[in-house]
């Protein structure tokens, strides 16, 4: 089978940390040298893909800002479409913030004021941010997740994710988000099938995860492959019922797909 196109995860699947996983870059070059086109997509919502740049240079992938696709970008373009005139409260970092504004969308912390509530992954989330997202979700207004990763791949060892605040949330306000956007959310397909204009049996999805990399590739109708370099490892693919169409130690084996 020949491929035009390829979605890549990025922590977990290329990097950890800042660090090339082991036998990746080779496999990333051997995806180019056989005429792939190739998307970064992260659920990482702190960093536009601008930032990733450069990341991504350092650890020996070639990208451009329009070759990255990530949960911000998802959640900034659902958000500018959906409640571009709305008050947000965000539980999110720095970076996450500094795209909204950047977009024009407006922020809040008045919890009587806000329009729709964006939770997403905080390192200074705390027990007064979990009693402001209650009493603006007693309100009634949207609840928002950037993506569902609840545990991510860091440089030293997996640290909780969105998902942990988005579930956290959910659990005192009594009520599920109203969307949770990133993989494997229709919104993020929407944006790869821009980005990439193939059909879909042309098109490859490789991740270290069963419910968000390889989810959204069953949905898009892609072909699937997971990598254990990153979260998944043998036992939790033996105790899922997702089933990806290929399974390999890393990117650098990528040759058995092609």
């Known amino acids: 089978m020949d491929f035009s196109g390829a979605v890549l995860d990025v922590d977990g699947t290329v990097v950890r940390g800042d660090d090339p996983i082991p036998g990746a870059p080779s496999g990333y070059r051997r995806l180019r040298d056989a005429g792939v086109e ?7 919502p702190t960093k536009a893909p601008p930032a990733y740049v450069d990341r ?25 479409e959906h409640h571009a005139r709305d008050d947000l409260l965000c539980l999110g970092a720095p970076g996450l913030l500094e795209q909204f504004a950047d ?8 919890v009587d004021a806000a329009d729709a509530l964006v939770a997403s992954i905080d390192r200074s989330f705390d027990y007064d ?5 209650l009493w603006a979700l007693d309100r009634g207004i949207p609840f928002i997740g950037t993506d569902p990763d609840v545990v991510i ?38 944006t790869i099938r821009e980005r990439l204009p193939y059909p879909p049996e042309e098109c490859l999805v490789v991740g270290d995860r069963l419910d968000t990399d390889v989810a959204l590739g069953a949905r898009a109708g892609m072909t ?5 370099s ?12 997702v089933e990806p169409d290929h399974v390999l130690d890393h990117l650098g084996e990528i040759d058995r797909v092609l």
């Open 153 to 190: 791949p860091a440089a030293e060892r997996d640290v909780p994710g969105s998902g942990a605040v988005i579930r956290a949330v959910a659990a005192v306000a009594g009520r599920d988000p109203d969307v949770v956007l990133g993989k494997p959310s229709d919104p993020a397909i929407e």
């Open 129 to 133: 941010d979990l009693c402001a997202a």
């Open 56 to 80: 991504l240079g350092a650890a020996g992938y070639d990208a451009t800002a329009d070759d990255v696709i990530t949960a911000g970008s998802v959640t900034t373009a659902y958000l500018r």
């Open 38 to 44: 190739i998307l970064f997509v992260s659920n990482n």
């Open 103 to 110: 977009a024009g969308l407006s922020t809040t912390d008045d």
């Open 224 to 228: 699937t492959v997971l990598v254990l």
């Open 230 to 241: 990153g979260v998944t490892n043998e036992n939790d693919l033996a105790a899922s019922d």
